[in-house]
Every structure is written in C-alpha cells, then in structure tokens.
C-alpha cells in the first residue's frame, strides 16, 4: 500500500485521519512507500471533539503498530516527537478553517 493511496481530505476531518497520521509519519520517517498489509480494527465510543485526547492515542497506536509491522524502531523521543508533528498538522488545518 503506497501512502500516497491514503490522502487526508482535511476539509472534511474524519476519526480515521488520525490513524493515518500515525502511519503515514511512520512509512514516511523511514522512506518507505509501503508496508507489508496491515489489518486492524480500531473501535470506541468517545465523541468526536471530546477533548480527552483521543486523537493523539490514534496517531500514537496507528504510529506504534505500523512501526511493528515494519519491524522498526525509535527511541522514545524520536517516537514521541513524530506522533506529535503528525497530530499537530492534521489539528491545526481543522481548528483553523
């Protein structure tokens, strides 16, 4: 699956964005145009704009599992400061348009 496949249309924001995000910034960090399939679920009940952070813990979880399926690793750090340039960009286009 090339990442070019997964455009985000940030004029209409969507929950599944934020796990793109996350896998995106990861195949992208590596230089990587794809990765091997992935199939996950992920399901919950929080409501959007609920502000408890759900959309960090996509981009986190979609970055982790991503990264571990590409048999990849980052230092905490590393790890740390990608989920949250990913978040932030998709965050600050939807909060200011």
Do not use: E
Request: charged fraction near 15%; glycine fraction near 8%; proline fraction near 3%.
């Amino acid at each position: 699956m090339a990442p070019s496949r997964f455009d985000i249309d940030k004029s209409q924001p969507q929950w599944f964005h934020y796990f793109l995000c996350g896998y995106r910034g990861i195949l992208d960090h590596f230089g990587l145009s794809g990765s091997r399939g992935l199939d996950m679920l992920c399901d919950g009940t929080i409501p959007c704009s609920a502000g408890l952070s759900s959309s960090s813990a996509l981009v986190c979880c979609s970055a982790l599992v991503t990264m571990h399926s590409i048999d990849k690793q980052l230092s905490r750090v590393t790890y740390h400061l990608l989920c949250k340039k990913n978040n932030l960009l998709l965050y600050a286009h939807i909060h200011t348009h």
